[in-house]
């Protein structure tokens, strides 16, 4: 069996083979050589083969065959066996493989070990990939370790523990009384990975914060040194003496200065000393400045030392060096919530680094910009950062976009300045501008209300010039549909009013929705802006015929809008002045401003209310009729009743008939006939209103009932009151099959006495489910303003095991609180 | 568009593997569209990136947000250092026939992400040391015809 081949020689290999294809066959030869060599147990390449693993492993094949193999090189006594055992280890294994629990003995073994070398790797081991088991394990032997007078032992020690304390933070205590006398080290191995440690420990838990507090001038004696001690080879880096270490110091002395007078003051003068002596040519020096600017900024400094370190961060600013400029801005970022005059007094420094070349630096400083904003600069720091939004990259404007809409609400020195800011951003940036930006443009723009001409004007010029920008182009439709009688009349004062007749507008509008370029979402505002200007414009003949037109769209929200429009025009007629009147002023609250908007399609009118049985296309005539009397639609001005009901003279529907029967003992019928018109309308309307249509708290507490139960189908119904009128309950249907067929075709219909209205809307499916696997539901909405009690009568219909089921029950056991 | 290949990975924390190598595609990606004389700093998702290119290699380290970045990149430069003079005058060829030993170098000079030894004195040495406890020293030290 001839020897495997070298490392070296097999990277030399793989390295000639020309293609893809060309390598992965080799690796794969060599993978099945290398399983073969550990199938038979041989130990003395097994390390050689590892090895190669591990490379094949790097160029990204997988290599988990050899977790085991790794294992056994840690286990053999050989160093050079160890040595890639332990590398194999910390590259394919870690805390999710079980197999990596068997180390734990042999490191347990090898921290013991007689040769330093070889302890060394097995900290090294535990304290970069150690599981929480292991660390629990072992932690006992790296406690001993820490307290070593080996040095190269103690260093590695300290990091060990420093893992250890990530992975398992109950364990901090017992590494405690180890930390003794850490600091008095020479080692500076020791000494840095020690502050690492104590560092790792005072962010940790408060009480050791309290406790190291003391260490505060011992930290200060040993920074002290190395910044006045003479030149030191071994730990000199361009002139300054380990700033490793001093970087570590000082951000040690930032934890424990933080909210601390006493330490705070103990460390004034070294940090003056370092802020004002360190040599600032080479980054080195500026790293270490950069971190004594932190710690300066962090703790309970005098405000002569804080008005130095903002001023070093001034002068990072100006440095030629990108890399310094950014971590000004970082800095300052950081500082100026708490420091917010001292980082204004750059502020022209730091619009300036909008300019810059570099996009890691043009992005802290736009961040930063925002940040500086007031009532006072809003202008002039607009006026940039408009100009920053023009010229950036792509992957700026959406940020920016947000930033200067942010930034305008709160600041808006006035609202015409605010639309102008606002249209800006839309006609240079739109495409960029979040979703939540269209509903919150509207919002802002209807409690204008002094702006609406202007608003309408300039947004109908912009969309003159450029319908591409999708935001913009919608904000606009939405504009010109509410507020088009102002265009067409010229009131606008701000500006010079232009002159635009109806018929521009709706070619306008009419251009938007045959667009390619336009969405579907904004093919939908085009559309009910149109309709909505059916009330504000004369040209009504014009609008109703491309309402109707659309009412075969293949678009499906298109067509269910122009269909809703047209039954408004052919049945409601007397309803759209209405319902397409003025937007009022909408209250933004905190959570709920945008969202509900949004719910609605950025558009607050309601779906003309029909129950919907899919396909809605093929059948919408009959649907509409049969469920279209439901709601009482053909009694608007009902019919005074002195006797007993009859039927009423309504087009189709047998379901009229269910009203028959019901008598309406007790309930004096004349009276509720001058109040309904008012009220339907306020019923309709309340789908206008801003708020989602179920978004209502569940009445407390109306119990929940069985409504019918008969041959398996069974039908609940849960309660809920709608907000804001309370006069309408909120019924929702559960219907549960429990036979083993499905009920198909399932058909929900109901009926109320005259004296309420009644709302269906669509089933969430017309299919039972068998054996309770689910339920349809349904909803419907009451109106009862006479707070009569409530009673229903319900129409079933469904196929079950194919043949027809229908059935007709009455639902007289409302509970009082639905009705009361 | 310029191709990346993988040299020496260190990672501190456990990442399943195919994390890791959607990290190091994403990684890469943005470090080598990086224009010439950019910053040595980016930003990504919660980490912060400090990179920094010495001949055909890029050295890159994923900090955290309470870390010196400025720092970082004498980090960077002192791990090159080391390299350099282990191998005298180390080029790419080197770390590549030569990986396994441009990982012990860097676990006598990190560990857990953190600097263990602030001399390059005390880290050359004890590689040294360690590599005279080598078995079989021929194998290790050959340097292989390129």
Redo the contacts between chains.
Sequence with gaps: MPAPIRLRELIRTIRTARTQAEEREMIQKECAAIRSSFREEDNTYRCRNVAKLLYMHMLGYPAHFGQLECLKLIASQKFTDKRIGYLGAMLLLDERQDVHLLMTNCIKNDLNHSTQYVQGLALCTLGCMGSSEMCRDLAGEVEKLLKTSNSYLRKKAALCAVHVIRKVPELMEMFLPATKNLLSEKNHGVLHTSVVLLTEMCERSPDMLAHFRKLVPQLVRILKNLIMSGYSPEHDVSGISDPFLQVRILRLLRILGKSDDDSSEAMNDILAQVATNTETSKNVGNAILYETVLTIMDIKSESGLRVLAINILGRFLLNNDKNIRYVALTSLLKTVQTDHNAVQRHRSTIVDCLKDLDVSIKRRAMELSFALVNGNNIRGMMKELLYFLDSCDPEFKADCASGVFLAAEKYAPSKRWHIDTIMRVLTTAGSYVRDDSVPNLIQLITNSVEMHAYTVQRLYKALLDDISQQPLVQVASWCIGEYGDLLVSGQCEEEEPIQVTEDEVLDVLEGLLVSNLSTPVTRGYALTAIMKLSTRFSSVNRIKKVVSIYGSSIDVELQQRAVEYNALFKKYDHMRPALLERMPIMEKTATNGPTEIVQTNGETEPSVVEAKHPPPVTQPANQANDLLDLLGGNDVVPVIQTTMPTKPASAGGELLDLLGDLSLSGAPAPAPAPSVPTSQPSFLLDGLSSQPLFNDIAAAGIPPMTAYSKNGLKIDFTFERANPNPNIAVITIHASNSTEADMTDFVFQAAVPKTFQLQLLSPSSNVVPALNQGTVTQVIRVLNLQKQQLRMRIKLTYTHKGSPVQDLAEVNNFPPQSWQ | IRQGK????KW?T?V?DREK?KVIRDMMTLVLSRPP???????WKDLKIVYKRYASLYFCAGLED?D????A???LH?YVELLDKYFGNVCELDI?????KA??IL?EFL??G?????????VGG?IE??DM????LE??M?K???
């Excluded at chain 2, 004389?37 to 930003?43: A, I, V």
């Excluded at chain 2, 953190?114 to 005390?122: D, G, I, N, Q, R």
């Design positions: 993988l040299r020496l990975q501190f456990p399943p190598k004389r950019s910053c040595n700093f980016l930003q309470q010196n970045e400025l720092l990149l004498e980090v002192r590549i026939f030569n990986f396994e990982y012990f676990d560990m857990g953190e600097v263990l030894e602030t001399s390059k004195l005390a004890a040391e360690a406890l080598q078995e079989t194998d290790y050959s292989p015809a390129y």
